[in-house]
């Protein structure tokens, strides 16, 4: 039984380097195309909209891998 509680633990930080990585390439991303959305600053409210949505859905599926 512990044995089978320290191997799900290791799992589960071993997934948040998974998605830790994927975390950082997403900001990158973001980055990328700040530059282009500050011409337009009508964009912004939904861009930061979909930022967030993205955000909590990259983190629901991080927590269902796990």
């Known amino acids: 039984m512990y044995n089978l509680h320290s191997q799900r633990l290791r799992s589960k930080s071993h997934n948040y380097k998974i998605t830790n990585t994927n975390y950082e390439k997403y900001w990158f991303l973001i980055f990328i195309s700040y530059s282009r959305i500050f011409q337009n600053k009508k964009l912004w409210k939904q861009y930061l909209l ?3 949505a993205s955000l909590e859905t ?5 927590n269902s891998l796990v």
């Open 50 to 52: 979909t930022i967030i």
């Open 58 to 62: 990259m983190h629901t599926i991080s």
